[in-house]
């Protein structure tokens, strides 16, 4: 059974740990990237050793229907899993570059180029997470976690490279005063506000949170959950 949810939350980060948390992010970005570029030519070279020799061979929609292709594992059970899991570039975008010398579906498919998907540097200051976003704010050294309401958005989001990397980064900082965060979200099993009314008490605390921000938050609701 399906559910349509939501969430988001601020992160404050302490000073001296800012600039770790975004280099951070950064290197993690650019190393799902690397795997990304490594993962598209397998699939590029796959497909046309599936068809080699082949006459007439629309080669936009095999190629679409290998890299959307399901796990064939999965069993159909949980969820769509892909049989190619890609770490930061959508198959869409991949697709639209592999494809993009094709007319109608006839022609060669090209390989990917770096200048293609350039790499995070220090003035990229928003990461995809699948449905989510993380985006960086110097202003006051603070990291926003936001996903827009969908169906499975939030576990589709969390579950994404970026956002474990991101919430991997969040466990191992060290917080001090002022500092940390939580998320607030809800869903259709549970609706009292709309998205914009973010904090409100009809909203959920989800989990996990930190720091001394996240647990003052935490124990104003009655809960007492580490981290």
């Known amino acids: 059974m399906s559910r349509s949810e939501w969430e988001q939350g601020t992160f404050r980060i302490p000073a001296n740990q800012w600039m770790k948390v975004k280099s951070a992010l950064r290197l993690a970005y650019n190393r799902g990237l690397e795997g990304d570029f490594v993962l598209a030519e397998q699939v590029i070279a796959k497909v046309k050793a599936d068809y080699k020799g082949r006459r007439n061979v629309n080669w936009r929609a095999v190629f679409t229907q290998e890299i959307d292709a399901e796990d064939p594992r999965s069993h159909g059970g949980g969820g769509f899993k892909p049989k190619h899991r890609f770490a930061v570039l959508s198959t869409a975008a991949i697709i639209a570059k592999v494809c993009s010398a094709l007319v109608d579906g006839r022609g060669k498919l090209r390989s990917l180029k770096k200048k293609d998907f350039p790499p995070a540097t220090n003035k990229t ?19 926003v976690w936001d996903v827009p309401e969908g169906t499975w958005a939030c576990d589709h989001a969390r579950s994404s490279y970026m956002a474990r990397e ?3 980064l969040l466990y191992h900082t060290f917080w001090t005063r002022g500092t940390g965060g939580f998320i607030v979200g809800n869903d259709e099993n549970n609706r009292e506000n709309a998205p914009a009314e973010v904090g409100e008490s009809g909203n959920l605390l989800k989990v996990p949170y930190y720091g001394p921000v996240g647990k003052k938050e935490a124990e104003s609701r009655g809960q007492r959950r580490p981290r």
């Open 125 to 143: 200051m928003v990461f995809d997470a699948d449905v989510g976003t993380i985006s960086l704010h110097d202003q006051d050294r603070t990291v």
């Open 166 to 168: 991101f919430f991997r």
